[in-house]
Nanobody, 124 residues
Framework: QVQLVESGGGLVQAGGSLRLSCAAS????????MGWFRQAPGKEREFVAT????????YYADSVKGRFTISRDNAKSMLNLQMNSLKPEDTAVYYC?????????????????WGQGTQVTVSS
């Protein structure tokens, strides 16, 4: 089992940057593929980015490709999401999640553990 706590959300102007972090505790962090998801008001939770357990291969939603970067530090049990060139449509609650599946994991149903979320608001 793993516990996840996100931080780093806030209010930023369009074109700005934010860095989200997710601290993990419990079972060995490198045992999980990790992902970021987001949910805007009135919308379903959507995939943002994922990173594999050890090699650190990454995959992004088309809407954030080239602007967001997911990374992990297995020694520190940390997951990060660097968000640049933010747009108002990036406004959402962002969640980190852990999956026991192997490889690239995009389906939210494959994630077992979720953080409580952190709000990101991008003003125009």
């Amino acid at each position: 089992q793993v516990q996840l706590v996100e931080s780093g959300g806030g209010l930023v102007q369009a074109g700005g940057s934010l860095r989200l972090s997710c601290a993990a505790s419990g079972r060995t962090f490198s045992s999980y593929a990790m992902g970021w998801f987001r949910q805007a008001p009135g919308k379903e939770r959507e995939f943002v980015a994922t990173i594999t357990r050890i090699v650190g291969s990454t995959y992004y939603a088309d809407s954030v490709k080239g602007r967001f970067t997911i990374s992990r530090d297995n020694a520190k049990s940390m997951l990060n999401l660097q968000m640049n060139s933010l747009k108002p449509e990036d406004t959402a609650v962002y969640y980190c999640a852990a999956s026991e599946s192997y490889g690239i994991v995009r389906n939210p149903g494959a994630y077992t553990y979720w953080g409580q979320g952190t709000q990101v608001t991008v003003s125009s």
